[in-house]
């Protein structure tokens, strides 16, 4: 402490304060606890600032222009221009009114809002550095802490992001102008999400990926799906190529890349975005002064209550260990640290974790895929219905894609659900819903579904699963 | 830091609930194991109800004066540390393969680890995983009554109301178990009807299943749903059958029936009032009917002794056999004795001079210290004489035992007896110093009478009733003098004991406190 410091206390500190900080804060302070929140950046972290909601906003442009331009088969017939640095400014409007609507919440919620970096002093205080120069430091002690600091991107050799040419996701998201060329290195679901978009808006994009197709972890007939509409975009995709590095050349840059068998490739652009995955961050905390310590990627380990192993320090979000880096799992994981911290029966006990990509047709997943459900023992009963079949889907004109329906065949219970089609990041909630609620295949089916939408498809998914299809041929 | 729960023990061997008298503790109050967290009555006494936990108190469950049945939760208690819990981190899944795979895995935010879990997963859903926590229930041991066997509310609430009723953490401090076969019986019998007069109670629900038409004959018959007894259990609901709905509806017009008769009976009696006011009857029998006047509330020590008195009375048929004592002798002696008693510390009553006589006479008469075993369709003859005393006390008639006071001296009695006499007056007397009797002996002579007729305390065989010692004339040589006369009403369960049995026994008693030095040869 330096002269003149004097510690404030509070009963919470929440470093950190995106989907899963500021949600903890929120609700320990609604539970009438002391909840002070720290943010060294900006209210709403990654998911509202530089990821989910900006991507999502640039994703509804692109796909608007896209639209209106490709419509000539329902008579529509139009030339959009897009203005990427008005598309920008729009974007922005939505960010600042949500970060905003975040630092109204915390506030009306009696949350006290503090600016700066925290580092632990020990298990029990933090030492929060004012950004700027001037801005001093002040010491908080608390008696409850949750380490909510997230992710940041991964940069990999070869490619520094302080280079011009080269983007992080972040950087793709602020772009007031649409590359020409652009090479986008990882075919995971950011690498795809922006790289249909900026297909959308114009640029001719280049993937590479290591593997041998995208999207790894999903199953094959879901990305194909997306492949395919990710060539009909044009998008050139290369598999099993590692980009190794950059050089300017006189029009534009050229990333080289490498196979297993050593042999190089180069593909021109005029910009490269490097997509290949998010690290936890814990590096800038000190957390070893406040006796804990990250495993080797970075990650902290907790109970199913949250806590780590200082039992009156939690982590929720991006730094915790074996979940997705999802903010629905940040922000649930918040609500269940801030509730045990009130005392409260909690659990991070969810079923099943939804997860959406904002691809092209869009992916939503919950639960087991067949081949999880039978390595964990199951018989798995499998009901599937194309959107191909869906009147609604056909009225939209995206009929690519499918509902798929996982349960056991034994019970019934609904263990997961892959939808690739139109809307799937909406229509996989109902999915997650019945699998968190034990529902059956019966269940599902048994519900009247509003005619004529897509969530029909779900319906017909679980019918078809039982033998009892209407709208396509029993399996 | 987990919130426990501490359910209210079985404070007296099968009661089925006790009215909660007083908490010592408020929410935000740190509590130590063993502290006295709030009073209960139950049994006919107080019992002092200890913290199993060390922790601070969150909630308060139930009120002061509320009746509790035992297993309900009626606190909770954040605990201090939680070793247990910490316990359950999740061992770190083994690493992934390649770093470069680890960072495109990540970035395909895919399937959550949870999704390929074992096929061994339980199926239930937020709400009711919530409340098994909150009940400190383990899911994956819950049979799931729903549909394919998903675990509802019901299920978790039957498995939490289990598990109390098998292993509760903490009991009372002052409650000792009996032992004996007889008493066991008895308790069982106890627990037995209290269990039957609760799925009565449960007739008054908040939820009910039936089928689409047997709600609308319930509503064609006007009844409630949730008043009509459940036919059986459907997700852990009650689930009430047509026939059911009939059979209730029924009974209802016969009550209904009933009344109107006692109704216009009473009513007939008026008739001259009524008529000559132009008042509707009905007004005229909600005035005089027992709606009227002040409502004391049944409970707590006043309906364990109904309860107790109404088993024995409709349980075994009594016979009282009345008669008279001259105890000249026993006044004198007691007079002589009496100081050389205080002078020891003791205060000498009469009491104690009874109670040898009777052990005496019992020895004499084992029928009379006797227990039926209606079960085993035996009588079991004690061999232990373990005399109760019965005193009056404010909150109602109170029997403190003396155990074993057939091995016990004239002062030994009297200092025993009167230390928990004194407790019992003072509400401080535990449930095992009232249990284990085998004879009776009240003494209503200190408050007026002559006769009476004892009820029994059952399962015992007989009860003695004292009255007062009066001056009466009797006809000694030939001449009408003055003498102390006492009398005695010998109450005994006729299954057991004959009238005649029951006149020499009485005979036997008399006998020694009529010459008060035959007490030295017992």
Redesign the interface.
């Known amino acids: 402490m330096v002269v003149g410091d004097i510690a404030t206390g509070t009963d919470l500190l929440v470093i950190g304060a995106g989907p899963g900080g500021y949600v903890a804060a929120i609700r320990a302070a609604q539970k009438g606890i002391d909840t002070t929140l720290v943010e060294k950046d900006a209210y709403g972290g990654t998911c509202l600032n530089y990821g989910c909601i900006p991507s999502k906003a640039l994703i509804t442009g692109a796909d608007l222009a896209h639209e209106a331009g490709n419509a000539e088969e329902m008579g529509i017939h139009a030339d959009p221009v897009v203005d990427m640095s008005q598309l920008r400014d729009w974007k922005s409007g939505v960010v600042d009114q949500l970060t905003g609507g975040v630092e109204k919440l915390c506030k009306a919620n009696g949350v006290n809002l503090v600016e700066g970096t925290a580092r632990f002093k020990d298990e029990n205080a933090v030492r929060i550095a004012h950004g700027g120069e001037g801005q001093g430091s002040e010491t908080i002690e608390f008696e409850h802490c949750i380490i909510a600091t997230g992710s940041r991107v991964?940069q990999i050799p070869g490619f520094d992001f302080g280079d011009e040419p080269v983007w992080s996701s972040r950087d793709a998201l602020e772009a007031d102008t649409v590359p020409e060329r652009l090479v986008v290195v990882?075919g995971?679901?950011?690498?795809m999400e922006l790289s249909t978009t900026f297909a959308k808006l114009g640029a001719d994009v280049t993937v590479v990926e290591?593997?041998d197709d995208i999207?790894?972890?999903?199953e094959s007939d879901v990305a194909r799906v997306v492949r395919k509409r990710a060539e009909d975009l044009g998008i050139d995709m290369h598999f099993g190529e590692?980009a190794s590095g950059w050089r300017d050349e006189d029009d534009g840059i050229m990333v080289t890349t490498e196979t297993e068998d050593g042999e190089e490739n180069e593909y021109r652009a005029d910009k490269v975005l490097v997509?290949?995955?998010?690290?936890p961050v814990t590096d800038t905390m000190d957390i070893e002064s406040a006796g804990l310590e990250a495993?080797d990627?970075g990650f902290l380990?907790?109970?199913?209550?949250r806590?780590t192993d200082v039992?009156h320090i939690y982590a929720v979000g991006d730094v915790v260990?074996?979940?997705?880096?999802?903010a629905h799992?940040a922000s649930k994981e918040g609500i269940v640290a801030a509730e045990?911290i009130a005392?409260?029966?909690?659990?991070f006990?969810?079923?099943?974790?939804p997860?959406a990509?904002f691809t092209d047709p869009e992916i939503g997943?919950v639960?087991?895929?067949e081949a999880?459900a039978e390595?964990?023992?199951?018989t798995p009963v499998v009901g599937q219905m194309p959107f191909r079949a869906s009147g609604r889907a056909l009225t939209t004109n995206h009929a690519d894609g499918f509902v798929r329906v996982v349960a056991d065949e034994?019970?019934?219970?609904v263990l997961?659900a892959q939808i690739v089609g139109p809307e799937a990041s909406e229509l996989i909630a109902e999915l997650a819903f019945a699998i968190?609620?034990?529902a059956?295949l019966?269940?599902v089916a048994s519900t009247i579904h509003t005619h004529p939408t897509l969530a029909e498809a779900v319906m017909e998914a679980a019918e078809n699963a039982l033998g009892q299809a209407i709208h396509t041929l029993n399996r | 830091m987990a919130l426990k729960e501490f359910k209210l023990p079985d404070v007296g061997e099968g009661v089925a609930e006790g009215e909660l008298v007083t908490w010592h503790v408020a929410p935000g109050d740190e509590v130590t194991e063993d502290q006295v967290l709030a009073e209960v009555e139950t049994d006919k006494a107080l019992v002092d109800v200890p913290s199993p936990f060390n922790g601070t108190v969150k909630e308060l469950l139930a009120e002061e004066g509320e009746v509790v049945p035992v297993g309900n939760v009626i606190i909770t208690i954040q605990e201090d540390g939680d070793d247990e819990e910490a316990a359950e981190t999740a061992d770190a899944d083994a690493e992934e393969t390649a770093d470069s795979d680890d960072a495109q895995a990540s970035d395909t935010g895919g399937e959550s680890d949870e999704d390929s879990g074992s096929g061994g997963r339980v199926f239930a859903p937020p709400s009711v995983r919530r409340l098994a926590r909150e009940l400190g229930v383990d899911l994956e041991s819950v049979d799931g009554s729903g549909p394919s066997g998903r675990v509802t509310e019901g299920d978790v609430r039957a498995a939490a109301e289990d598990d109390g009723s098998e292993d509760e953490p903490s009991g009372p401090r002052s409650v000792q178990s009996n032992g004996k076969s007889a008493t066991a019986k008895r308790d069982e019998g106890t627990s037995a009807s209290a269990s039957a007069a609760a799925s009565a109670e449960s007739a008054d629900r908040e939820q009910t299943l039936a089928a689409p038409a047997t709600r609308a004959l319930a509503k064609e018959e006007g009844v409630d749903l949730n008043a009509v007894p459940a036919t059986e259990m459907r997700d852990g609901e009650a689930f009430v059958s047509p026939e059911a709905v009939q059979e209730y509806a029924q009974a209802q017009r016969e009550a209904q029936a009933a009344d109107a008769e006692a109704v216009s009976a009473e009513a007939d009696a008026g008739t001259a009032t009524a008529e000559a006011t132009g008042e509707p009857e009905a007004a005229e029998s909600a005035e005089t009917g027992p709606g009227a006047g002040e409502r004391v509330p049944y409970k707590g020590v006043r309906k364990a002794i109904g309860d107790q008195m109404q088993r024995s009375k409709y349980t075994a048929p009594h016979v009282t056999h009345h008669d008279e004592v001259d105890v000249t002798e026993l006044v004198e002696l007691r007079e002589r004795l009496k100081p050389v008693a205080e002078e020891r510390g003791s205060r000498l009553t009469y009491m104690p001079f009874v109670m040898k006589a009777v052990i005496a006479a019992l020895k004499d008469f084992p029928y009379l210290n006797s227990q039926l075993d209606e079960e085993n369709e035996e009588i079991v003859l004690r061999d232990e004489y373990n005399i109760g005393v019965a005193a009056a006390t404010d909150a109602g008639l109170l029997v403190p035992v003396v155990h074993d006071a057939d091995r016990k001296g004239m002062l030994e009695l009297a200092d025993e007896m009167n230390e928990k006499v004194e407790k019992a007056r003072n509400r401080k007397i535990s449930p095992g110093e009232m249990r284990g009797g085998t004879f009776t002996i009240t003494n209503i002579g200190g408050i007026g009478g002559e006769y009476a007729t004892p009820i029994i305390n059952y399962p015992e065989v007989a009860i003695l009733a004292l009255g007062a010692i009066k001056d009466k004339p009797r006809v000694i040589d030939g001449e009408v003098v003055p003498r102390k006369v006492l009398t005695l009403s010998l109450s005994f369960d006729h299954r057991i004991v004959d009238g005649a049995q029951g006149a020499r026994f009485t005979n036997r008693v008399k006998e020694l406190l009529e010459d008060p030095k035959l007490l030295v040869l017992e």
Do not use: K
């Open positions: 991964i990882g995971g679901y950011i690498g290591m593997l999207l790894p972890g999903y590692g997509a290949v995955g998010r690290s495993d990627r380990s907790v109970d199913d209550r806590r039992e260990e074996d979940t997705p880096m999802l799992v045990h005392g409260e029966p909690v659990a006990d969810s079923q099943a974790v997860a990509v997943t639960g087991m895929t999880d390595e964990a023992g199951f034994e019970s019934g219970f997961g968190e609620m034990g059956t019966e269940d």
